[in-house]
């Protein structure tokens, strides 16, 4: 693992509504991270600097661009001595990053770009990438699994990043998140800790919640009786993008079966859509409902909902 501590550098773009409204983070803090890529192959960090710079006829925006060169921030992010500010890199109308994390990710998350493509080197680029989510994730003390959410994640009818990236590299989103815990593991670069005067404060040790996994024969009949049927009908009806979700949702739901946390939408999506029309259905033939509520009981456990 490489254990370089890469230099970060700071550059910021004008203040302009459009694209640094020069407000910061209402966390404070960045709160989690957002991984993209830039969707543009063979433009760089300097590229995107000149770009944001002078843009002005839309909004758009994210606060650093990671190539094989260097790592740029134009905006601040909170890793120096500026505050970290908001950045336009999500549209406001989704609502998984409220949902998974209580803000807009305008608000409360960074904006961290991967360059690709091109004559850009992948490796290099995407080793100061894991690098810079692993220095983040350090200095708040995030969790790669439960903190770093890709664009597409958020957004999936519209976006594809940064899997697209990475796939381009021969990565997985998995597999970044694996690299980016072995670089905090492997990272020899010091934070600030507390003050060694104070006294040491015996702190609470934090709650580590176990994450259930979501049984196996639940998730193949989740998927087979419904995600499936729903994805078909999407193609039949020539919608790629409502197919891709339900793709998207059915991997989700594998995810859950492995073990990862399950987003509250998904959970919420397939309550409201199939379980409980099944359950009241079941009830109104007079049939047994119970299996559609210790489904819906068991999804909600995954994404962390309490039990209704
Ligand atoms: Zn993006």
Redesign the pocket.
């Known amino acids: 693992m490489d254990e370089t501590n890469y230099p970060i550098e700071r550059r910021y773009v004008a203040v302009r509504s459009n694209t640094r409204p020069g407000t910061r983070l209402i966390t404070g803090c960045p709160a989690f991270l957002?991984a993209?890529?830039?969707?543009n192959p063979g433009a760089g960090a300097d590229a995107h600097f000149r770009y944001f710079d002078t843009l002005r006829d839309r909004t758009a925006s994210?606060h650093v661009f990671i190539d094989d060169k260097r790592i740029l921030e134009i905006i601040p992010a909170g890793t120096g001595d500026q505050a970290a500010e908001k950045a336009w890199?999500?549209i406001r109308n989704v609502t998984t990053d409220n949902e998974r994390f209580g803000y807009d990710a305008n608000d409360a998350a960074l904006?961290v770009?991967l360059c690709y493509g091109g004559g850009i080197d992948f490796k290099a680029a995407y080793g100061r990438y894991v690098w810079y989510l692993s220095f983040c994730c350090r200095k708040w003390e995030l969790d790669p699994s439960a903190h770093i959410v890709?664009?597409?994640q958020l957004?999936p009818m519209r976006?594809q990043?940064?899997e697209q990236s990475l796939a381009w590299g021969g990565k997985s989103f998995a597999e970044l998140i694996a690299d980016v815990r072995k670089a905090m593991a492997a990272s020899s670069f010091s934070l600030p800790g507390p003050p060694t005067s104070a006294p040491a404060l015996p702190l609470p040790s934090k709650p580590q919640p176990q994450q259930p996994k979501l049984r196996q024969e639940i998730g193949d009949f989740l998927i087979v009786s419904y995600i499936q049927p729903a994805r078909r009908f999407m193609l039949l009806a020539g919608d790629k993008a409502a197919a891709a979700h339900y793709e998207r949702l059915a991997a989700n739901v594998r995810g859950a079966a492995a073990g990862l946390s399950l987003p509250k939408s998904n959970c919420q999506e397939i309550i409201y859509n199939w379980l409980s029309p099944a359950w009241y259905k079941a009830k109104a033939e007079g049939r047994d409902p119970a299996k559609y509520h210790v489904m819906a009981e068991a999804l909600r456990a995954c994404a962390g909902i309490p039990a209704s």
């Open positions: 957002v993209h890529d830039t969707g994210a890199h999500v904006g770009e890709t664009h597409r957004d976006k990043d940064c």
